[in-house]
């Protein structure tokens, strides 16, 4: 079935840094892939929504600048969460459209910004 | 706006107990819902569920949709403590539509 590979699964930083963090669609073609962020005891929340080859849709509140959203190519969109703060410690998960069951979803980064 | 509202947020119960969680939505353009178990890491896929008033079922899980109503409901006979997770309704608008959460049970299974 559909793949979806994020990695890292976990990083710690320091702060003023910034982390990049990557989806992969291992069988498919990605054409979109949408980046969620889960602060503990929370749900998930959209960040932003990514297309191959056009600019990524933020949600309302999310800084563009901030975090930035590359779609490379229809197998591969990465997040990077630039000058990173503490307050930016949370899970972030990337899910792409899959085929039967609506939605592949990666298995999560969990960064902590130190 | 999208609207999905689950409830209750959190549950604690004992072993071998049933329970009900619902979700209730308000969406432009609804085709299914979904329904999602979230432990440590990533949500996993439980339900779909399009048609109103059929039940799917899964072992112990249960679940059916009333589209006249706009609600949900995720049953879970004869409680595990591995039932233990984060449980996640979402409306699904079609392929390239981003999914809108509710806010989640946290249902807790003790021994």
């Known amino acids: 079935g559909a793949v979806v590979s994020q990695h890292p699964s976990w990083v710690i930083c320091k702060s003023g840094t910034s982390v990049k963090i990557e989806c992969r669609s291992l069988d498919f073609q990605a054409t979109t892939m949408f980046w969620y962020r889960q602060f503990p005891k929370q749900s998930l929340m959209l960040m932003a929504t990514s297309n191959e080859g056009s600019k990524a849709t933020y949600e309302q509140g999310v800084e563009k600048d901030k975090f930035l959203i590359n779609h490379a190519s229809l197998t591969l969109s990465t997040l990077t969460v630039t000058s990173a703060h503490p307050e930016d410690s949370s899970f972030y998960i990337c899910?792409?459209?899959?085929?039967?069951?609506?939605?592949?979803f990666g298995s999560g980064t969990r960064l902590t910004v130190v | 706006e999208d609207k999905v509202v689950q409830s209750p947020l959190s549950l604690v119960v004992h072993e071998g107990d049933t329970v009900t969680l619902n979700c209730s939505y308000e969406v432009t353009n609804f085709r299914s819902l979904l329904w999602y178990k979230q432990e440590k890491k990533a949500p996993t896929f439980l339900f779909m569920l399009?048609?109103?008033?059929i039940e799917k079922k899964s072992g112990r899980l249960s679940s059916i949709l009333d589209k006249k109503e706009l609600f949900s409901i995720l049953n879970i006979t004869a409680t595990q403590t591995g039932d233990s997770a984060v449980y996640l309704c979402a409306p699904y608008l079609g392929s390239n539509y981003k999914l809108t959460f509710g806010k989640g049970t946290l249902l807790t299974v003790n021994p």
């Open positions: 899910s792409a459209p899959g085929t039967n069951y609506g939605y592949t």
């Open positions: 399009t048609s109103s008033g």
